[in-house]
């Protein structure tokens, strides 16, 4: 596979990590936030779901967008996007309508981000970063 330039690889990561960095973000200034969040999708303990999450999220964007560890955490933040739209865009358990047109749409973009963390993945075997 033909690599970009340097800078339009970076901006691919950076870019394709943005809602893995804007997430935890987000839960840090909105604490309270963060935790009923975790709550509300049936995560407990809270506190420790919201810590973990934004820990994981931001440490494995580093890695992606850094190179260290990229195959990895590429493939972590893949399956953790894939667990996180099946426990939050459950769009089989909704009745037909908008909500769950919504609910699909999102669902389906997420199999899309999974599937470019893969492809992230994929090519960077063998690389150093």
Same mark, same amino acid.
Request: glycine fraction near 10%; charged fraction near 10%.
């Given at each position: 596979?033909? /690599?970009?330039?340097? +800078?339009?690889? @970076? $901006?691919?990561?950076?870019?394709?990590?943005?809602?893995?960095?804007?997430?935890?973000? &987000? =839960?840090?200034?909105?604490?309270?936030?963060? $935790?009923?969040?975790?709550?509300?999708?049936?995560? @407990?303990?809270?506190?420790?779901?919201?810590?973990?999450? +934004?820990?994981?999220?931001? !440490?494995?964007?580093?890695?992606? +967008?850094?190179?260290?560890? /990229? @195959?990895?955490?590429?493939?972590?933040?893949?399956?953790? &996007? +894939?667990?996180?739209?099946?426990? !939050?865009?459950?769009?089989?358990?909704?009745?037909?309508?908008?909500? @769950?047109?919504?609910?699909?749409?999102?669902?389906?973009?997420?199999?899309? $981000?999974?599937?470019?963390?893969?492809?992230?993945?994929?090519?960077? =075997?063998?690389?150093?970063?």
């Amino acid at each position: 596979m033909q /690599r970009a330039t340097p +800078i339009l690889h @970076r $901006l691919g990561l950076v870019l394709l990590c943005a809602a893995y960095v804007q997430g935890p973000l &987000t =839960k840090m200034l909105d604490f309270p936030g963060a $935790l009923a969040e975790m709550a509300h999708f049936g995560l @407990r303990p809270p506190l420790l779901f919201a810590l973990g999450v +934004i820990v994981f999220e931001l !440490a494995a964007s580093a890695a992606v +967008i850094s190179g260290a560890l /990229r @195959r990895p955490a590429a493939l972590a933040l893949g399956a953790f &996007t +894939i667990a996180a739209s099946v426990v !939050a865009l459950p769009f089989w358990t909704l009745p037909a309508g908008h909500e @769950r047109l919504m609910a699909m749409n999102g669902f389906f973009e997420h199999l899309g $981000l999974a599937g470019a963390f893969l492809l992230v993945a994929l090519a960077t =075997k063998g690389e150093p970063s």
